[in-house]
């Protein structure tokens, strides 16, 4: 529901925009994208979210028999989970840009995005490590290193105003994965296909932007199962777990 909002909102925001370019009279920064090289910075907000596939059942997992048996979850389970709701994050980066030509730039944007996953299971939570407590969610939270690099296809400028696309590859990794009793461990290092659109708008002393970028992961991100005497089935029961971030950014160059 959160990325439905952010995805009408930034609708909106372009239609607002189109709207404002076709009265715009005075043109600004004429010369900014004959530039090689320009900076900026950017801020934005994120929701991760997680694609998942399970072991059907459990024991099809290569490492668990048909007999085995954890607390009251058999091999023979159907042990699912999935995201409880999209939580709004926050993402702040530095923008370089290396013009190629009239309409494609290459853009690197180092960054650093805070954000978090609550998982829940169609079988009780509880965490060993917190005195056997049930859960209604298992919280993952990250700190994530991004290292995005994207090329910029862009529109004819209309006045003020200059609509564009992006896509490219991307590299996360997660500085907070350190945990080895979590109940589901992931990678820290994560690949991903980014692609969006943004709108480009020209003021006087810079130019301001607004971004939307999906991030799909392409390795699977899942960790070995949780050390000590936690339980083994909220991991073991994953067969696949793939990253997905949507971005919101507000870049000022």
């Known amino acids: 529901m959160q990325v439905k909002k952010i995805v009408s909102l930034i609708i909106f925001s372009f239609i607002v925009l189109t709207a404002f370019s076709q009265r715009q009279k005075i043109n600004h920064l004429t010369t900014f994208d004959d530039k090689l090289i320009h900076f900026g910075f950017s801020l934005g907000l994120n929701t991760l979210d997680f ?3 399970h072991f059907n059942p459990i024991s099809a997992h290569p490492d668990v028999p048909a007999d085995w048996q954890e607390g009251s979850v058999s091999g023979e389970q159907f042990i699912r989970t999935d995201i409880a709701e999209l939580i709004p994050g926050f993402t702040v980066g530095i923008v370089s840009s290396l013009r190629l030509n009239r309409d494609l730039d290459l853009r690197f944007l180092p ?3 805070f954000g978090e996953r609550q998982l829940t299971y169609n079988t009780e939570i509880i965490n060993n490590q917190e005195s056997n407590i049930v859960m209604p969610y298992y919280s993952i ?3 994530f290193l991004d290292f995005p690099l994207l090329i910029k296809y862009k529109a004819r400028r ?3 105003d ?3 696309l992006i896509f490219g590859p991307a ?3 997660d500085i907070s994965r350190s945990g080895r009793e979590d109940l589901v461990r992931l990678k820290s290092e994560g690949f991903y296909a980014e692609f ?3 709108w480009d708008h020209y003021f006087t002393f810079f130019r301001f932007s607004v971004e939307g970028k999906v991030s799909l992961g392409l390795n699977n991100q899942l960790g070995p199962p949780p050390a000590g005497n936690q339980r083994q089935y909220y991991s073991k029961a994953i067969r696949n777990l793939r990253s997905n971030v949507f971005t919101l950014s507000f ?3």
Do not use: M
């Open 141 to 143: 939270k990250s700190t």
């Open 162 to 164: 200059r609509p564009y």
């Open 196 to 198: 969006g659109a943004g």
């Open 51 to 53: 694609a998942v596939t």
């Open 111 to 113: 960054g650093l995005s």
């Open 171 to 173: 590299l996360r990794y």
């Open 251 to 253: 870049h000022f160059e």
């Open 158 to 160: 209309i006045n003020n």
